[in-house]
């Protein structure tokens, strides 16, 4: 047999192979020291130096070919395996997952879920409105005109309108999405309203940007009571405190009438605040009956309609319930500080589980 005989039949040899045993054997047998390339060259040495010159080339074409064909059937197995072990491999759905999460909930996004999910099971849907506001949504049609004193109660930070337009407004508070949504809905309308608000203020319990959750009921019935009852449920909720003591006071805002401000009671030992109980009082929230003419600026019939509202600082209640002494911490983007303070994804309970 001549060796270009030889070399198809080696060559489909290799091809032929399905395991890199197989393979590895094939080479041996061809290339290894006893193999049958080395032989034929020992042969050589009996030829004349002729036959030796164009046998010797040919045995070393062949011999180029063999490792060539290995080198290639060998990535074609490989790959072959490899397709075959991830054709077979299923996941195990039953192991436990890998809970070293890498970031964390901010103390402000979480006391956000904690409190729309107490509305949620009152019933309240979420409303959303934007950052810039109009002077006509944040102050006048919330019983605000220019040059009243109402207006120094928030500093407002103004954001130049267009040529000939009225200044926008940073919202000072999150009231802008009552207007907005008795504006484009007509009662009943029972909303929360969270959102990021603005005033030019800054010092360890201030800072110019914070949040609020507004609420807003309106209906042909609402009363003082449904409003004090709803938040009552809402705050013993929030702080897990049964026996809750809490106490409204008498206070002033142009959109509510008459109006309130909530607090609660509270102790402090060793540093430590404690939710519920004692003798200091701390403010948590305003609120009050829709003053009529806030309906009426937003469409809705006063003689036909009333509600109540309510406000607070999403900032203030989370301190008090996660125990944050410095509101600067909220705001410091420090990596140290949200490990501590923050939430791990997966801890975020819905209250049926709590
Ligand atoms: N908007 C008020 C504030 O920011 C809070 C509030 C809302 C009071 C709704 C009464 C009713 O101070």
Not at 130 to 147: G, M, Q, R, V
Not at 297 to 314: K, L, R, S, T
Request: glycine residues 6%; contains cysteine.
């Amino acid at each position: 047999m001549s060796l270009s005989d030889d070399k198809h039949k080696i060559t489909d040899q290799i091809n032929q192979t399905n395991s890199l045993k197989e393979l590895e054997e094939l080479r041996l047998e061809y290339l290894g020291k006893k193999g049958f390339i080395p032989n034929e060259m020992k042969l050589l040495g009996s030829l004349s130096i002729e036959e030796k010159k164009s046998k010797g080339q040919e045995l070393n074409q062949l011999k180029q070919l063999i490792e060539e064909s290995i080198k290639e059937q060998k990535i074609y197995i490989e790959n072959a395996d490899l397709n075959q072990k991830i054709k077979n491999e299923n996941i195990d759905i039953t192991l436990p997952a890998n809970l070293n999460s890498k970031g964390k909930i901010h103390p402000i996004t979480q006391t956000t879920f904690d409190i729309i999910e107490i509305f949620g099971h009152l019933n309240y849907s979420v409303e959303t409105g934007p950052d810039i506001e109009t002077d006509f949504n944040n102050f006048s049609a919330l019983n605000i005109p220019s040059h009243h004193p109402a207006r120094e109660m928030q500093d407002t930070f103004y954001v130049e309108g267009k040529k000939n337009e009225e200044n926008n407004v940073l919202r000072t508070h999150t009231s802008p999405v009552q207007v907005r949504t008795m504006l484009k809905t007509k009662p009943p309308i029972k909303i929360i309203v969270p959102g990021r608000t603005y005033r030019s203020d800054s010092d360890s319990t201030h800072t110019p940007m914070f949040h609020q959750v507004e609420g807003l009921v309106v209906n042909k019935n609402a009363t003082m009571a449904d409003l004090k009852s709803t938040l009552i449920v809402f705050l013993k909720e929030f702080f897990h405190v049964e026996d809750l003591k809490y106490r409204f006071r008498p206070s002033y805002f142009p959109f509510t009438e008459p109006s309130a401000e909530m607090d609660v009671a509270y102790t402090k030992k060793n540093n430590v605040i404690k939710i519920g109980e004692g003798d200091e009082w701390l403010e948590v929230l305003g609120c009050g009956m829709v003053n009529p003419k806030v309906l009426e600026n937003c469409n809705i019939d006063p003689q036909i309609y009333q509600g109540f509202a309510f406000g607070m600082g999403i900032e203030r209640l989370s301190m008090l319930k996660y125990g944050i002494t410095d509101m600067r911490g909220l705001f410091d983007v420090n990596y140290k500080w949200l490990e501590h303070f923050g939430f791990n994804a997966l801890d975020i309970k819905t209250r049926s589980e709590i």
